[in-house]
């Protein structure tokens, strides 16, 4: 590629995407920005993949491999679409993956034997008696199994709308669909888990 | 503002309880919920679902995270530098090794063989050794169970004299 159109679409693209510019300088062979960008999406990378996975160590290996494979493509990378659009679907379809080739039998387990994968600051909390501490356990276990026992699709539109913030057009994109299906898949996902976890929702 | 249950569009009420809506949206939607009890009931459930989801929180990300992936990138680095060397060669050594090494085996066969009757020679020569030690030792064997025998004979006759 000529150097001008590659600085021509790093600043068309800056305008709309500063991610897509750092991905465009770690192209030109900047490690420098793939740390940026690694800083910037980690965490949300991550919690994205436990939440559908459900296990901690799976989801940073998982992870691991989202942001290899956004490196080992740098040299081939165009911003066509919103960087974390690229990035969230390579998430989803390793994760999705993972899940569909059964390595999640013994998480699934887990599921149904009380989450011995906890994570240390949800263990337990000081500021809670033992009471208050199991029935919050217990609430988060059941919020934990609704979201898993979502179809595929509703769960992963369900964990970007609500964790990652995302809106309609960018799950759309990520999921390949249309932005009315989004919202149909949203709300019939949402109706579903007000009905399961009817107990904590209605007054 | 048309009822959104009724109206085929009840994700506003979804949209409402993220805080997505737009001021003038949210205000008429506030209007609609104040004479709408199947809305309200709605609003009021997904907005209570929308709070008991905040309860999961994900656990903290591992402090060795990031050098662990430079590690691995290090590592694919490294591999794609051999290979990026040897690539030039890579139609060559399709092309040559496979003959060469098929002709190297053939090589190492053909000596191993030529190798191989010089030993068989050998062992045969030890194994002939070992037979007439053995066949000259039951000649031995037999002579002495032959006078041992005409000893006994021999004693046998001269008790009988006595």
New interface residues.
């Given amino acids: 590629m000529e150097p001008g159109v590659n600085n021509d679409m790093g600043v068309a693209v800056a305008a709309l995407d500063y991610d897509a510019e750092l991905m465009l300088r770690v192209k030109d062979g900047d490690g420098a920005s793939f740390g940026l960008l690694?800083e910037r999406h980690?965490?949300s990378v991550?919690?994205f993949i436990?939440?559908l996975v459900q296990e901690?160590a799976v989801a940073?290996e998982l992870?691991?491999e989202v942001?290899?494979r956004v490196?080992?493509s740098r040299e081939s990378y165009e911003p066509t679409a919103k960087f974390t659009t690229w990035l969230f679907r390579i998430a989803t379809h390793l994760a999705l993956n993972w899940l569909r080739d059964g390595k999640h039998q013994r998480g699934q387990e887990s599921l149904d034997h009380g989450f011995p994968e906890l994570?240390?600051?949800?263990v337990a909390d000081r500021r809670r008696s033992v009471e208050q501490e199991m029935v919050?356990q217990d609430?988060?276990r059941e919020?934990?199994h609704a979201?898993a026992s979502l179809p595929e699709k509703q769960r992963v539109a369900v964990l970007m709308?609500?964790?990652e913030e995302m809106?309609y057009a960018q799950i759309a994109k990520v999921l390949g669909c249309s932005e009315s299906a989004v919202?149909?898949l949203?709300?019939r996902a949402?109706e579903t888990?007000?009905a399961r976890?009817a107990h904590?929702?209605?007054? | 503002m048309n009822c959104p249950m009724e109206s085929r569009n009840p994700e506003t009420l979804v949209s409402y309880a993220a805080g997505e809506l737009d001021l003038e949206t949210a205000q008429a939607l506030e209007q609609h919920l104040a004479s709408c009890s199947h809305c309200r009931a709605v609003a009021a459930e997904q907005a209570a679902l929308w709070k008991a989801l905040d309860k999961w929180q994900a656990p903290s990300v591992s402090l060795d995270f990031d050098r662990r992936l430079y590690r691995r990138m290090e590592e694919e680095a490294r591999r794609s530098f051999w290979q990026r060397m040897a690539h030039p060669f890579r139609p060559m050594l399709l092309r040559q090794f496979v003959p060469l090494t098929v002709s190297a085996g053939l090589l190492l066969m053909v000596g191993l063989i030529l190798e191989h009757p010089h030993k068989v020679a050998t062992a045969s020569h030890r194994a002939e050794a070992v037979r007439a030690e053995q066949v000259e030792r039951t000649l031995d064997d037999l002579e002495l169970l032959q006078q041992f025998s005409a000893a006994q004979t021999a004693s046998a006759d001269h008790a009988d004299a006595m």
């Avoid at chain 1, 994570?119 to 949800?122: D, G, H, S, T, V």
């Avoid at chain 1, 904590?200 to 007054?203: F, L, T």
């Fill in positions: 690694l980690r965490s991550i919690h436990y939440r901690e940073e992870a691991q942001f290899l490196y080992r994570p240390a600051r949800q919050y609430k988060l919020i934990r979201v709308h609500k964790y809106d919202k149909s949203l709300f949402y888990l007000r976890l904590m929702v209605r007054a």
